[in-house]
């Protein structure tokens, strides 16, 4: 019978990391990371101190907006919301510090590593690919690096992020039964650039 | 398809909300004594004009957070969308 290491590593992610290109456009896999979701008042200057303290940055305040530092970055969900990466560290070693910076009783902090997969678009042209799908409006001047948006993808919620204006480059956070779905969608968009 | 202004995301597409229904309808605090009838209004009766209604609007595909919108039920038209606990934005005017 196999162990939970061995199970735990074939399903480290739900496609396997595969990676497609097409004409101006690669969509791949990212690697798996830890993720946490933040539940508190980021109204509350003294929380925000403690969690910029252990996230190593000021959690992003702004709607619509990440913050990155180091091995973490924080992505604006709601008012109180937030969610972490973790691309060094693991959730088990993190999320105590993290619970002890919020008061208690204000917040919550949830592992979600296993809830979600990254699919990442690179290209000239993942600009039209991310815009076939989404009703949001990804056009540069109103979606540049730094911004972050839950919206839909098709039929899937997706967390889209832009990381680079010059090669435009976006990363579609999507929840891991929605994977194969719109890795397909994706997949069929790019074909045809 | 139209464009809805979240309070707490911005301006985002018709399909990323759904609709909930009559927004500020309180639950009455004297539950042990109300009559059936009043049970009844409270969760069952609605106003339904045809005109201006406040609703209640969630963000499900976005921020998912619960907000109020002043719409006109006839022409579909949102004339205002404000967050729980906020004042009540004013009718307007001349509701087309």
Known sequence: ?193 | MFIITCPYCGDRDQTEFTCHGEAHIARPLNTESLSDEEWGDYVFFRQNPKGMHRERWVHAHGCRRWFNALRNTVSDEIFATYKVGDARPPLPENPS
């Open chain 1, 1 to 193: 019978m196999a162990d939970q290491a061995t199970l735990r590593a074939g399903m480290a992610t739900p496609l396997s990391g595969q990676s497609y290109s097409s004409n101006g456009i690669t969509i791949s896999e990212q690697q798996s990371c830890d993720k946490l979701i933040v539940r508190a008042d980021f109204s509350d200057a003294a929380t925000v101190a403690a969690l910029s303290q252990v996230l190593g940055q000021t959690p992003a305040l702004e709607a619509n907006t990440y913050s990155m530092a180091d091995d973490k970055a924080v992505y604006w969900l709601g008012p109180d919301e937030r969610l972490v990466y973790l691309h060094a560290q693991t959730a088990a070693d993190t999320i105590g510090s993290v619970q002890a910076a919020i008061p208690a009783g204000k917040g919550a902090v949830v592992d979600v590593s296993d809830y979600y997969t990254v699919i990442q678009l690179s290209g000239q042209n993942a600009r039209d690919v991310l815009s076939s799908g989404t009703p949001f409006d990804v056009h540069p001047r109103v979606f540049g690096a730094g911004q972050c948006a839950q919206t839909r993808y098709g039929s899937a919620t997706v967390l889209l992020s832009a990381l680079d204006d010059d090669t435009p480059t976006f990363n579609v956070q999507v929840r891991w039964s929605f994977a194969q779905y719109l890795w397909t969608y994706l997949a069929r968009v790019a074909g045809y650039c």
